[in-house]
């Protein structure tokens, strides 16, 4: 056998990652794990730790190789303005790959434009403006984030902006993608991510320019289902 142990990820509540992370409660969970507030045992620091809990992750090396990436590229920028990666490692009881990151009060923007609607233009300018910060310090250490949305933008309690999820991040000259491949979120990306061209820091710029068009009126320029919405960005 593999030796895993059968767990529910929403069934970490009271237990211990890697022996030094004791977990409080669920933040979110999806199709391949959870999200958690916790907080170390040695130190007292509060977390938010990411678990990837589906499947065989032995066989999975795709999704293990994801994760990884995700945690060297948010770990390889230096700005306040990108969600800090503090540990990652394998949990020695559940085989489960984890990542902690620094944990933040507020909220997404996606859930502040639900809750307020179209932003001020003040407010959109600093949200974008700070989005923008974050992506260029990224830049300069050759990362793209190829899926900047108001989801992946957490704004804390004292108006300050951080980039999230670098999930599917790359390096400037890495060609971990292959060819035809199409990643990133319908409405916010470039033409070259649809074509499954090659793409570099403009991708992102790009998609810094559908966030800010979000903010003011609330909508996506771009709109209709996928489909739709790739002819437009493509041959619009």
């Known amino acids: 056998t593999s030796g895993r142990v059968s767990v529910d990820a929403k069934n970490l509540v009271g237990t211990k990652i890697d022996g030094k992370y004791e977990v409080s409660r669920v933040i979110g969970a999806g199709g391949m794990g959870a999200v958690y507030e916790a907080h170390h045992v040695g130190t007292g620091r509060r977390v938010a730790i990411k678990v990837i809990s589906t499947g065989d992750l032995s066989k999975d090396e795709q999704l293990v190789g994801r994760f990884q990436r995700e945690a060297r590229a948010a770990?390889?920028?230096?700005?306040?303005?990108?969600?800090?990666?503090l540990d990652t490692g394998t949990d020695p009881t559940t085989h489960w790959p984890f990542m902690v990151m620094e944990f933040?009060?507020?909220e997404d923007v996606q859930q502040l434009l639900r809750r307020v609607g179209p932003t001020h233009p003040d407010l959109a300018l600093r949200i974008a403006a700070q989005a923008c910060v974050g992506l260029s310090k990224a830049h300069e250490a050759g990362v793209?984030?190829?899926?900047i949305k108001p989801a992946n933008l957490m704004v804390d309690r004292d108006g300050r902006l951080k980039v999230?999820?670098?999930?599917?991040?790359?390096?400037?000259?890495?060609q971990v993608t292959r060819a035809n491949t199409v990643i990133g979120s319908p409405g916010y990306m470039a033409p070259e991510q649809y074509t499954g061209a090659a793409v570099d820091r403009r991708v992102d710029i790009f998609a810094?320019?559908?966030?800010?068009?979000?903010?003011?009126?609330?909508?996506t320029p771009f709109t209709g289902s996928d489909e739709a919405i790739m002819y437009q960005i493509v041959y619009g």
């Open 75 to 85: 770990g390889a920028v230096d700005t306040q303005h990108i969600c800090q990666v």
């Open 104 to 106: 933040m009060h507020g």
């Open 144 to 147: 793209v984030h190829r899926d």
């Open 164 to 174: 999230t999820d670098f999930g599917i991040a790359r390096t400037e000259s890495s």
């Open 208 to 219: 810094a320019g559908v966030l800010l068009y979000k903010l003011l009126s609330g909508v």
